[in-house]
């Protein structure tokens, strides 16, 4: 039995096997410590309950139940996430800090087994009953594994710093096997899982027979450590000793006057560096910079990482600056030499060159050119340089997902260097000059940062004249470049980011421009690069218009130069195939020469095949590659009224099929006076747009699901000269619609004359070109009464169709 002092200095405590246990008592669990029988445990308890508990001890026997957590990491554990073997204790030392928790000194006895828990509020209380060890006798094995344990625990005392000495002592002094294995558990720092399986081991010789296990184990994780450390140390050492001997011999050769390759470096960077004006901050950490590189011996690993950062600050153009032309007619020759019509984006470009002519200290406007591929968006920015007389700089953002490709990798990375601005600069040898930011509706994010974001200063004009690269950690100023950013399509460009750029829509091109451009600037390109000259091919206008019709069907005219340049390369085989006379004839590429050339036509008028059948109509799409047209199919058959869509339709376009179908079923009689009320209810209906691989989504094919619901329940074909847009309400009002522009100019590709459009739509008008609106046939409309009227065939040809189809 062991007694010990109440805090009080009365009433002794005792705890042991010779002291009837009470069948209750109260339990406290334990985070990250199992207790042991016979030792002293030092607790903080700071839980409310934890805190009555102790106190409602204190007040009785001060006895209670010490029991492991299942889970460390959980706050307030229940019976499920203790362990079931434990340890009695009595509460020795109590001690009330200030904060309001408790600090006491526990006495440990003996093990017991909870066999029931009795309850849990206001703490846990449980029925226990002793777990003592298994009876055991002295024998040779026994006294083997004490000694083992003695001397291995010893050896690891002399190695590990937070073990005490005096617990050598104490541990020989102890003969009870059970004791020792007691005290030498609870020294150790283990897992608590492993701790809490010596403690319900019964059995005395197998536990000491773990606790070999464990104490070699420990014993040999200690002696490589060790061994590490003193490595660590010797190279230490030794590197102190090389960088010793290595200022010896530098003064040395400072007296034999030898010549030092890294001291000759920095002088030469110091020279360059001092002819820079580069401001009193910066000034002052490359001077910083420039003296630790010069008390650095050459083998040092900063010593490189200094040299990289201060011969990036000698590269870049702090000061140097290209002289602007702005002579508004030489600018308005370039844009026109380069770029056929875009007369709104060289308006706005030669404006632009008025206000820095007239106000040369004004901070410059972001462009953003928005359209599809193939329009011109980079060559654009690429003749606004020319036309300045400025540096030109293309940095493609498309795909970027890291921030550090726009600010840098800071010093401390291996490897580290500028953002792409600052590596831009570089390259452009001056401080002001045309950066184009292509694609950039590309980029993207995840863990590595947001490269959108950090986009955001750099494209803004009130603060980039303060931008900070993370590699230079200096302020460079970036307000004299002219930023101009593409895109494709602008819903992919954050918001705060598009707010801080005008954006220039540019257009898809007519089939009159695009011929213009083929003659002007595509022909002749596709020549040159093709090795032939001008006097011995040369295109018709029908053949380009073939080119155009039938193998491109684009907004821009990439695919056209392609095409262009495959013919030139056919001419350019047959003048290689020459016998080498020198006498090349003339070849005039004719309409049959391109198809000889190029094949079965690739595209061809499809809307008269589509539309022969009622329920088929014919509408127009925008997407960020331009215009399109697109076809909506409707069909019916026996069943219960359910409506089917498919051809990877958005939410908004399901919505969109809801809300006609809707309009259909409400005015079934006056729009096909023949069919019974309740038609709908005995018929399916399958809607359906091609192409099924493509998703689509947007509501202004509202107007062309209507027509095609109403052409199949009337039996009316959709005319096959009319296209139409446009968004329809429940009430069928027809909504406004954007990108009209775009989608004329696939009207126009596709061969059709008549468009219908919302009448709200009506002022956009004036942005589609003039020759374009002479070919083209407008009907704006407000309700879908006057869009069945407009789009269906009349009822006597839609008879005709219903006998051939019969037929």
Not at 63 to 91: F, H, N, Q, W
Not at 435 to 443: L, S, V, W, Y
Not at 718 to 723: E, P
Request: net charge negative; hydrophobic share 40%; aromatic share 4%.
């Amino acid at each position: 039995m062991i007694e010990i002092e109440g805090g009080d200095g009365t009433r002794p405590v005792a705890v042991g096997a010779q002291r009837n246990l009470p069948s209750e008592l109260p339990v406290l669990p334990l985070r990250e410590a199992v207790p042991l029988p016979d030792t002293l445990i030092p607790l903080a308890v700071g839980q409310e309950r934890s805190v009555q508990l102790v106190n409602d001890v204190l007040a009785g026997d001060r006895m209670l139940v010490m029991v492991a957590s299942r889970d460390p990491g959980k706050e307030s554990p229940g019976p499920e996430d203790l362990y079931e073997t434990a340890v009695v204790g009595a509460i020795a030392r109590m001690l009330k800090v200030p904060d309001g928790t408790l600090r006491i000194l526990v006495q440990s006895g003996q093990r017991v087994h909870i066999d029931r828990w009795v309850r849990t509020d206001p703490y846990l209380v449980a029925e226990i009953s002793e777990r003592p060890d298994q009876a055991h006798e002295t024998n040779p094995e026994l006294t083997a594994l004490k000694r083992n344990v003695q001397e291995t625990f010893s050896a690891i005392v002399n190695e590990v710093p937070y073990l005490p000495e005096e617990l050598q002592l104490a541990v020989a002094n102890i003969d009870d096997p059970s004791a020792l294995s007691h005290l030498i558990a609870g020294s150790l720092r283990l897992p608590t899982e492993e701790k809490q399986q010596l403690l319900e081991e019964t059995d005395v010789a197998r536990r000491l027979r773990r606790l070999v296990e464990i104490l070699a184990r420990e014993l040999e994780v200690i002696s490589i450590g060790s061994k590490i450390q003193s490595q660590v140390q010797s190279e230490i050492d030794r590197g102190q000793r090389e960088f010793v001997l290595r200022q010896q011999l530098e003064a040395i050769r400072r007296e034999l006057g030898e010549f030092d390759e890294s001291a000759a470096e920095a002088n030469e960077l110091r020279e360059q560096l001092g002819a820079i004006d580069f401001g009193d901050d910066v000034r002052r950490q490359v001077d910083r910079e420039l003296k630790r590189l010069e008390s650095l011996p050459a083998q040092a690993a900063e010593h490189g990482v200094i040299r990289n950062w201060l011969e990036w600050m000698a590269s870049l153009p702090w000061n140097t600056s290209t002289e602007d032309n702005l002579d508004l007619h030489h600018a308005r020759e370039v844009l026109d030499a380069d770029h056929y019509d875009i007369e709104q984006v060289k308006d706005r470009i030669i404006e632009f060159l008025a206000v820095r002519k007239l106000n040369p200290d004004a901070r410059g406007t972001i462009l953003c050119f928005a359209g599809p591929p193939g329009v011109g968006k980079t060559s654009l920015g690429r003749s606004i340089a020319r036309a300045l007389g400025r540096s030109f700089e293309r940095v493609s953002v498309g795909g970027v997902r890291d921030e550090s490709e726009i600010r840098g990798h800071r010093r401390t990375y291996v490897g580290a260097m500028p953002g792409t601005v600052i590596r831009a600069l570089r390259d452009a040898g001056s401080n002001n000059p045309l950066f184009m930011i292509d694609e950039i509706d590309k980029m993207g994010a995840d863990w590595r940062g947001d490269p959108a974001s950090a986009m955001l200063e750099v494209l803004d004009p009130e603060q980039n004249a303060t931008f900070r690269d993370h590699y230079l950690d200096v302020r460079f100023d970036l307000s004299k470049v002219m930023f101009i950013c593409t895109a494709n399509d602008l819903d992919r460009v954050p918001g705060p980011l598009r707010d801080r750029m005008e954006v220039i829509q540019l257009a898809g091109y007519t089939e009159e421009e695009k011929l213009e451009i083929a003659k002007r600037y595509l022909v002749p390109r596709q020549i040159e690069r093709n090795g032939l000259r001008r006097s011995w091919i040369s295109f018709t206008d029908r053949a380009l218009r073939t080119i155009v019709r039938d193998y491109t069907r684009e907004a821009g005219v990439r695919d056209l130069e392609r095409q262009i340049g495959s013919v030139c390369r056919k001419v350019a085989r047959e003048v290689a195939e020459l016998d080498g006379n020198g006498h090349v004839r003339r070849v005039s590429i004719s309409e049959q020469r391109v198809r000889d050339a190029l094949g079965k036509p690739r595209f061809f008028p499809e809307t008269k095949r589509r539309t022969r059948e009622p329920g088929v109509a014919t509408g127009l799409a925008w997407t960020p590659f331009g215009g399109d047209v697109l076809f909506v199919e409707a069909t019916a058959m026996a069943g219960k009224g359910r409506l089917t869509l498919t051809g990877q339709l958005g939410d908004v376009m399901r919505e969109s099929a809801q809300a006609a179908l809707s309009y259909v079923r409400a005015h079934l009689r006056e729009i096909a006076p023949g069919l019974p009320d309740d038609w709908f209810a005995e018929h399916d209906v399958h809607l359906h747009v091609p192409a099924g691989a493509t998703p689509k989504d947007g509501p202004s094919a509202g107007v062309t699901m209507t027509t095609a619901l109403s052409s199949l329940v009337c039996a009316r074909p959709v005319r096959d000269d009319v296209v139409m847009t446009g968004e329809v309400t429940l009430t069928g009002q027809v909504l406004p619609i954007g990108g009209l522009k775009e989608k004329a100019l696939a009207a126009q590709r596709a061969g059709i004359a008549t468009v219908i459009a919302p009448r709200p739509n009506e002022r956009d008008v004036d942005e589609i070109p003039e020759h374009l609106r002479h070919d083209l046939t407008f009907v704006f409309v407000d309700h879908v009464r006057e869009v069945l009227e407009a789009a269906l065939e009349a009822v006597p040809t839609a008879r005709r169709a219903r006998a051939r189809a019969a037929a």
